[in-house]
Nanobody
Framework: QVQLVESGGGLVQAGGSLRLSCAAS?????????MGWFRQAPGKEREFVAA????????YYGDSVKGRLTISRDNAKNTMYLQMSSLKPEDTAVYYC?????????????????WGQGTQVTVSS
């Protein structure tokens, strides 16, 4: 089994920054797994935020976060990151990291096999 643990969420003012981390452990082949970030706000469906291929060579972003969020990974540390800047109140949500058994990243939640418990990000206006 693979465990994913998110950290780094919190309360920040609009225009501020946060860095989320996702640490993988257990029976993981992290260095050969595509990874992604999703978010879910109250009353809304889960939304794709960003994804990264197994070696970091390809990244993908949701339209609402392009230019403000940056996904990255450190395979030596089994950790993925989401650097968030110029945050807006509409970025408020629970952020989830996800891992795929495959190497190709994508935007669909169905591509991912393992999910973390989520970390709350709240952006005040």
């Amino acid at each position: 089994q693979v465990q994913l643990v998110e950290s780094g969420g919190g309360l920040v003012q609009a225009g501020g920054s946060l860095r989320l981390s996702c640490a993988a452990s257990g029976r993981t082949s992290f260095s050969s797994s595509a990874m992604g970030w999703f978010r879910q706000a109250p009353g809304k469906e889960r939304e794709f935020v960003a994804a990264i291929s197994w070696n970091g060579g390809r990244t993908y972003y949701g339209d609402s976060v392009k230019g403000r969020l940056t996904i990255s990974r450190d395979n030596a540390k089994n950790t993925m990151y989401l650097q968030m800047s110029s945050l807006k109140p509409e970025d408020t949500a629970v952020y989830y990291c996800a891992a795929s058994r495959g190497v190709v990243a994508g935007t669909a939640p169905e591509l991912y096999d393992y999910w973390g418990q989520g970390t709350q990000v709240t952006v005040s206006s």
